[in-house]
């Protein structure tokens, strides 16, 4: 199993800008598949983003498209989240998650079996 360990959440002005970190321990060799959630108060945990393993391939939910970039290092088994432009409305703690399933269709909560503990963005207007 891998361990996530996020890092980089704050509070921010809107139209500022975040950088989140992931970094990831245990069984690193295996070729995860590693994503950003998020959960706002009284929410349910929402996809954010996905790469797949080469970082070739991205996914990003339709409200932060553009805005939200995903990258990994897997030298130094890290996923980042550049989040530009940011609003009221992207305030949440954001999750590092991670599975073995491939690709970058998986946007649901149970398709990802290991869990970072979260990250605080508040993002004021």
């Known amino acids: 199993q891998v361990q996530l360990v996020e890092s980089g959440g704050g509070l921010v002005q809107a139209g500022g800008s975040l950088r989140l970190s992931c970094a990831a321990s245990?069984?690193?060799?295996?070729?995860?598949?590693l994503a950003w959630f998020r959960q706002a108060p009284g929410k349910q945990r929402e996809f954010v983003a996905v790469i797949a393993w080469s970082g070739g391939a991205t996914n990003y939910a339709s409200s932060v498209k553009d805005r939200f970039a995903i990258s990994r290092d897997n030298a130094k088994n890290t996923v980042y989240l550049e989040m530009n432009s940011l609003k009221p409305d992207d305030t949440a703690v954001y999750y590092c998650?991670?599975?073995?399933?491939?690709?970058?269709?998986?946007?649901?909560?149970?398709?990802?079996?290991?869990w970072g503990q979260g990250t605080q963005v508040t993002v004021s207007s």
């Open positions: 245990g069984r690193t060799s295996s070729k995860y598949t």
């Open positions: 998650a991670a599975n073995l399933l491939g690709g970058t269709t998986r946007t649901s909560v149970a398709d990802y079996n290991a």
